[in-house]
Each structure stands twice: as C-alpha cells, then as structure tokens.
Nanobody, 118 residues
Framework: QVQLDESGGGLVQAGGSLRLSCAASGSISGIKSMAWYRQAPGKQRELVAIISKGGRTGYSDSVKGRFTISLDNAKNTVYLQMNSLRPEDTAVYYC????????????WGQGTQVTVSS
C-alpha cells in the first residue's frame, strides 16, 4: 500500500556530513509519522529519529545535536541531515512509516548504507 524509496547513503570521513532522503508513494493519506532506524552488523535495529505529520520530533540520545529530521509534506519526503559523523554511526539506515487510519500498519524502506571512516 505504501512504498518508501531511500537515497543519500555513502562513504564519508569522520566529522563529515550526509543527507538521507525517503520518498513515500502509494496510499499515503493515512501516514501519521515517519522515522529513521539504523542497524549495524551484529547489533539490534535502533530508532534514530522520528517526526509526526504535524512536525513534532524525537531523537536518540546518541545523535541529539548532530542529526536533524525534517518532513516536506508537499513532496511526501522525510530527510535526515547527519552532521559531525562518527565511525560508530556506520550502519544501514532504514526509513519507516506508521499508517494509523485503519490499522496501524507499518512499512519499511529497503535501507541505505552509511559508512564513516576514521
């Protein structure tokens, strides 16, 4: 019902920046929130940042002050601006959305690799 298409990952040196994008398509009228999760090899998937359709945001303590999540409602696209990147930020980053009108239902993007070198 909802497709999430991610882009923007890549290789960056410590201290650098990347911007991730996630565009939603399909039955998107019922989307209540969008979020970014990440998963490093051998570790559990963790919530990085979340934003509601009304613009309220939340962040993991490990990225607070360095990452910024934003939402362009006109383009149905969520962004994650990542600054002051550290090697421990290296992971596959996944876009996520919650659809609450008749569920809730949850959808995941395919993931995009972020690698931070030291």
């Amino acid at each position: 019902q909802v497709q999430l298409d991610e882009s923007g990952g890549g290789l960056v040196q410590a201290g650098g920046s990347l911007r991730l994008s996630c565009a939603a398509s399909g039955s998107i009228s019922g989307i209540k929130s969008m979020a970014w999760y990440r998963q490093a090899p051998g570790k559990q998937r963790e919530l990085v940042a979340i934003i509601s359709k009304g613009g309220r945001t939340g962040y993991s303590d490990s990225v607070k002050g360095r990452f910024t999540i934003s939402l362009d409602n006109a383009k149905n696209t969520v962004y994650l601006q990542m600054n002051s990147l550290r090697p421990e930020d290296t992971a596959v980053y996944y876009c996520h959305t919650a659809v609450g009108a008749d569920g809730p239902y949850y959808y995941w993007g395919q993931g995009t690799q972020v690698t931070v070198s030291s």
